[in-house]
C-alpha cells in the first residue's frame, strides 16, 4: 500500500489549493481514505475522510465548510480542495488510509493506517 500526496505550495490567506493523493497497489474506493496534517510543534490533525463503499464524507470542525473531500475512481485518487485558506492551515498534508470509521479519524483523529510523503501547505501574504 502506498500512497502519495501533492499539489501543495504557497497560498496567500484566503486562496483555494487542491491537493490529490494517488495509490499504487491498490484501489482507493476499497478503503476510507483520510487526510491529517501535521504543523509544527503541534499534534496531528484529522482532517477529513471519505468512507469507502459510500463516499460518505466526514470534515474537522476546523475545515468544515472550507474544505470538500472527493474522489475519481477512474483516476484512482482522492482530492482535498481546500477553500477559504488561512494561515493556520499551514502545514504538512498527508493521505492515508483510516482503518476505523472515519469518525474517528476526523472527530478523535486516529485509525490512519498507511501514508506516504506527504504535501507542505503554507499559507502567508
Known amino acids: 500500500v502506498q500512497l502519495q500526496a501533492s499539489g501543495g505550495g504557497l497560498v496567500q490567506p484566503g486562496g483555494s489549493l487542491r491537493l490529490s493523493c494517488t495509490a499504487s497497489g491498490f484501489a482507493l474506493d476499497d478503503y476510507n481514505i483520510g487526510w491529517f496534517r501535521q504543523a509544527p510543534e503541534k499534534e496531528r490533525e484529522g482532517v477529513s475522510c471519505?468512507?469507502?463503499?459510500?463516499?460518505?464524507?466526514y470534515y474537522a470542525d476546523s475545515v468544515k465548510g472550507r474544505f470538500t473531500i472527493s474522489r475519481d475512481v477512474a483516476k484512482n485518487t482522492v482530492y482535498l480542495q481546500m477553500s477559504s485558506l488561512k494561515p493556520e492551515d499551514t502545514a504538512v498534508y498527508y493521505c492515508a488510509t483510516v482503518v476505523v470509521h472515519c469518525v474517528e479519524a476526523t472527530i478523535r483523529n486516529r485509525g490512519f493506517g498507511s501514508w506516504g510523503q506527504g504535501t507542505l501547505v503554507t499559507v502567508s501574504s
Open positions: 471519505i468512507s469507502d463503499s459510500t463516499g460518505t464524507t
